[in-house]
Each structure stands twice: as C-alpha cells, then as structure tokens.
C-alpha cells in the first residue's frame, strides 16, 4: 500500500480559501503581503475572469494575481463567500459559492452566485474558471 501526501482539492482549497480571509483581514491588496496566499497557488497560475466584468481578464502568475486582488479590492468594500458548496473534487474542482458584495463606487449591494472550477496540481492551484450567472448585473452595481 503506497500512502500519498495529501494533495486533494478539498484541502488544498479549503486551506487557500483561510488564508484568503486571513490576507483580506490584514488589509489586503497593498496592505497584506501577497506571501500569506502564494503558496497555494503554482508560478504559472492562470485566473480567467469574464470580460464584462470591471476586473475581467486574465490574470497569470503570483505577479497577475496580486494585480487581480487590487483591482477587485478596487471594484468591491467588501466581498463575502457567504456559503461554500463543493461539488466536484479531484484534480478539478467544482465550487458553488454564494457572494454577498457591496460595490465600493456605489455603496449598493449584491447577492450573486459563482460556480468556479479549479484545477489543482501537485497541491497547487494551477487553474481558475470562474463563471457569473449575470456579469451585467454586478457591472451594472459597480457602474455610477
């Protein structure tokens, strides 16, 4: 019997996602040092995020990341994952999460859905696929 190191998507995720309160809790973008959250993600990580949102695009590396972070930190006063759903693991994962948001332009708030599958290799997240139920209305909540 070969024991392997814990590697599945659950862990891996659930750990990120900590270190993501914890990184937003110290200040975030360009308060927080990026450190807390880099070993979760491989170097050549790529978030894809639709592009009628204002922080669409996509997003490579630990360098891409960071910049992702401030531009949501831009966009958002506060972005809640209210609940977390996994309904796939492995190598890819698939999470429905329930976000509760305010628009820092605005102050108005939101509450959308986000299915995102995310692939994870060697304990790292390699891959982000996000995907918006209706990116007009969150553009639209941001939008003066």
Known sequence: ???????DSVTVLTAMYAAEAEYLAAGGPGEAPFDLLAPFFAPDVVLHQAAALPYGGVWSGHVGL???FL???RVWESFDLVEQEFLATGETAVVLTQ???????TGREL???ILQTIRVKDSRIVEVRPFY???SAIAGVCAM
Request: aromatic residues 12%.
């Open 1 to 7: 019997m070969t024991i392997s190191p814990i590697t």
């Open 99 to 105: 976000v509760r948001a305010r628009a820092r332009a």
């Open 111 to 113: 509450a959308f859905p």
């Open 133 to 135: 139920w209706d990116t």
């Open 71 to 73: 531009a949501m930190s």
């Open 66 to 68: 960071e910049r992702f």
